[in-house]
Nanobody, 125 residues
Framework: QVQLVESGGGLVQAGGSLRLSCAASGRTSSSYSMGWFRQAPGKEREFVGGISWIGSRSYNPADSVKGRFTISRDNAKNTVFLQMNTLRPEDTAVYYC?????????????????WGQGTQVTVSS
């Protein structure tokens, strides 16, 4: 079992930045790929991006996050980060991190084995 805890969410003005963290505990000796997802009210859960155990990154190809969000990980601290810059009101959502015992980070939520509880990000205009 792996437990994931997100932190770093909050209220920010448009154009601002936030850095989300996802700390993993439990059976972290395995090699996990990590994904970040978000879900706005009334919408489906959306893939933001992911990072493999060895650091290969992938992002949602849509323009929604392109060039503004960056994912990184510190394997020694079992922590994954989502740096979000130039935030927009449409980025408002609950952000989730997820872990998968796979070599690469899939954009499909069903591919992930463990999920955090989510952290709210609200961007005001």
């Amino acid at each position: 079992q792996v437990q994931l805890v997100e932190s770093g969410g909050g209220l920010v003005q448009a154009g601002g930045s936030l850095r989300l963290s996802c700390a993993a505990s439990g059976r972290t000796s395995s090699s996990y790929s990590m994904g970040w997802f978000r879900q706005a009210p009334g919408k489906e859960r959306e893939f933001v991006g992911g990072i493999s155990w060895i650091g290969s990154r992938s992002y949602n190809p849509a323009d929604s996050v392109k060039g503004r969000f960056t994912i990184s990980r510190d394997n020694a601290k079992n922590t994954v980060f989502l740096q979000m810059n130039t935030l927009r009101p449409e980025d408002t959502a609950v952000y989730y991190c997820a872990a998968a015992e796979k070599r690469s980070a899939s954009p499909r939520p069903s591919e992930y084995d463990y999920w955090g509880q989510g952290t709210q990000v609200t961007v005001s205009s």
